[in-house]
């Protein structure tokens, strides 16, 4: 109780202490009421000084809210195809009436005037795979109702990498794609299997990341991927390939050491002056019924209440548990920790599942249940973040 305590009102308690502690606070204890005067009563009369008691943003619950969405797939012309749910037909809209609650406090829905002004003059990077994109493209989403940004990519659509420029504000906002977010490349006659030099940094994003004054990093799924793993330029190891020497690493090694290089990599950048938003991941487990690519699907149409989700375990929990890891670690860096993942876990009809293309498409991953609808539940991260930029500032 007493670490539960700590958990849901001290965010940075609650960073020293396992995952799983964390996972079994939420899931099975009852919500604590305690009143922030139980709290300020500890103080001695010698700490005059206002104490107020922060909120853990991250922990709380899915509450109905019926003026969501903030936006439909007609304000938003910056939609992906694949999260564009309302245009391939999802027939229940009940999954856009819900706002993220925090247990202690209430988290404002996004401002758009107001995070405008909060970054004015500033840049931010997202540093990250399709879901770093997903979370841009919310954002976009939420701000084109104050101002539209112009994209001013230095190449086309098709590539994944975006600048986009907001004129009345002079923000800037960047998209790397840099899924491993060290340096890889896809080997030449193996395609779809990587080579991820782990103690590089990817330079595509690092070279530049002087200019930025966020840079949010993120990642998780493309560490399940076919991948061999180089240190000091030797291969060292791999996932799912055949090696000719044993190895025991595994993937909870690649993606340990890559958040470990990225963020070891900013430090040692004497020009950046940034602040590090680590963003933990986005749940990989709501496939239902089989894997992705054996007829597993998320056809939920509502949130799970904290009460009702699994815990997370395996792989989702190690790569969890060592972002975390990583992140207390970091030294020498502004680094913050944004951490969607439990709101996210309760979040299974949020989903494009089969609603990401015409019925007759073909695709790798027919149901798709890693990235979100726009609208949907992934625009509460920019609740998220809007709260956490104003409060550093
Ligand atoms: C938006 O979704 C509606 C269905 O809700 C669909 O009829 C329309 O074509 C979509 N528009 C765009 C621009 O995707
Ligand atoms: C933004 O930059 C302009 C031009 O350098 C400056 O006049 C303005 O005060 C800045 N605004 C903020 C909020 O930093
Ligand atoms: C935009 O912001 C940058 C700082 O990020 C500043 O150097 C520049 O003067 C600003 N430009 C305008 C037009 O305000
Ligand atoms: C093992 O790997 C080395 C280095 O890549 C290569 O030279 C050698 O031929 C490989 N041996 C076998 C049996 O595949
Ligand atoms: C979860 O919590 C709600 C509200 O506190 C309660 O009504 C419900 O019975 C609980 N469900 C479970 C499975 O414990």
């Known amino acids: 109780m007493v670490l539960c305590f700590k958990l849901l009102f001290g965010p940075t308690a609650a960073i020293f202490l396992s995952a799983v502690v964390i996972l079994s606070c939420f899931t099975n204890v009852p919500y604590l009421q305690v009143s922030y005067t139980d709290e300020l009563?500890?103080?001695?009369?010698?700490?005059?000084?206002?104490?107020?008691?922060?909120?853990?943003?991250?922990?709380?619950?899915?509450?109905?809210?019926?003026?969501?969405?903030?936006?439909?797939?007609?304000?938003?012309?910056?939609?992906?195809?694949?999260?564009?749910?309302m245009r391939y037909g999802r027939p229940d809209l009940d999954f856009l009436k819900w706002r993220w609650k925090p247990d202690a406090c209430d988290l404002p829905r996004f401002d758009p005037h107001r995070f405008l002004q909060v970054v004015?003059?500033?840049?931010?990077?997202?540093?990250?795979?399709?879901l770093a994109r997903n979370h841009m493209q919310s954002l976009f989403c939420l701000l084109a109702k104050v101002e539209k940004a112009k994209?001013?990519?230095?190449?086309?659509?098709?590539?994944?990498?975006?600048?986009?420029?907001?004129?009345?504000?002079?923000?800037?906002?960047?998209?790397?794609?840099?899924?491993?977010?060290?340096?890889?490349?896809?080997?030449?006659?193996?395609?779809?299997?990587?080579?991820?030099?782990?103690?590089?940094?990817?330079?595509?994003?690092?070279?530049?990341?002087?200019?930025?004054?966020?840079?949010?990093?993120?990642?998780?799924?493309?560490?399940?991927?076919?991948?061999y793993f180089y240190e000091r330029r030797q291969l060292v190891g791999g996932m799912y390939v055949a090696l000719n020497f044993t190895s025991s690493l595994t993937n909870r090694h690649s993606h340990r050491m890559a958040f470990r290089t990225a963020l070891r990599a900013l430090a040692a950048d004497a020009r950046f002056r940034g602040k590090v938003i680590l963003r933990t991941l986005s749940p990989m487990s709501h496939f239902e019924g089989g894997a992705y690519d054996k007829g597993g699907d998320c056809r939920r149409t509502r949130p799970y209440r904290a009460n009702e989700t699994a815990p997370m375990g395996g792989l989702e929990l190690e790569f969890y548990t060592s972002q975390l890891e990583e992140f207390r670690e970091a030294k020498g860096l502004d680094v913050v920790l944004m951490d969607p993942t439990a709101a996210m876990l309760m979040r299974p009809d949020g989903h494009p599942s089969r609603y990401g293309h015409w019925p007759d498409e073909k695709r790798t991953m027919y149901n798709d249940c890693i990235h979100w609808c726009l609208p949907g539940p992934i625009d509460a991260w920019n609740d998220m973040l809007l709260h956490m930029l104003s409060d550093s500032n």
């Open 120 to 130: 004015r003059n500033k840049s931010l990077a997202f540093v990250g795979d399709s």
């Open 151 to 227: 994209d001013v990519s230095v190449t086309d659509r098709t590539d994944p990498n975006m600048i986009l420029y907001y004129e009345g504000y002079n923000v800037t906002m960047y998209l790397f794609w840099s899924p491993f977010l060290v340096r890889s490349e896809e080997v030449a006659d193996q395609p779809g299997v990587f080579r991820l030099y782990l103690d590089e940094p990817d330079d595509k994003w690092l070279s530049v990341a002087s200019r930025f004054d966020y840079v949010l990093l993120s990642g998780a799924n493309w560490f399940t991927r076919q991948s």
């Open 41 to 85: 009563s500890h103080s001695s009369y010698l700490a005059p000084a206002p104490v107020v008691p922060r909120c853990d943003i991250f922990r709380g619950e899915w509450v109905p809210d019926p003026d969501s969405p903030q936006y439909t797939n007609e304000t938003c012309d910056f939609i992906q195809e694949h999260q564009n749910c």
